[in-house]
């Protein structure tokens, strides 16, 4: 069994979807599609995810892309996405197992400063969280995978040797950028048996 596990977050242990983020606040499917994709645009999230722009920022730019009725909608989406992110089926309780056989569980997360600030008061999430030995946001940091300066830092910061772990996480590039500094990584396609197969074989170093 793999000695510490590090975790993406978005799509790995929540779902990160526009139209379930969106759906609590727009009911027309149309205006929903719409505010969903300005939102949730990468145009923006790349940004949050290194720090560089805040919410503020985005809310102004959303007036220059939306109808005005729409306006205060689009608000409400991105103040609230964080409290509107459903679980991935099994992956806690897969963890859970993980822990109570002995491993470490580490978080590594493309995610924004507000996220980093916010999460303990979301329900159910924060308390899961707050069970993991390490958590790493690349927001306040100013640093995101793949590059592998924010690996470096979080074993590092947790003392570990990348040999000792294993990467999982949604993006290929990502998985790309773990295995650059040594540490081996695995693609999660939102099958959590399969995923706890592979953490759980008596193959996997230590």
Known sequence: MYKNIISD????IVDFDADIMTSPFVKNEADKKLVGDVVFDRLYWNKLDDGSINYDEIKKDFRSRLPERLWKTA???????????????????????????????????????????NYKTIPETGEFLSSFDGLVFSGPLHITKPGKEIFEHLLGKYNLKAEDCIFIDDSPINVAGAEKVGIKAYLFDGDVEKLRKVLLSSASPR
């Open 9 to 12: 977050f978005g799509k790995v």
């Open 75 to 117: 608000d409400k989406v991105l103040d609230n996405w964080l409290y509107n992110l459903p679980p991935t089926e099994g992956i806690r309780e897969l963890y859970e197992e993980l822990r109570e056989k002995g491993a470490r569980l580490y978080l590594l997360s493309n995610i924004c400063i507000e996220f980093a600030e």
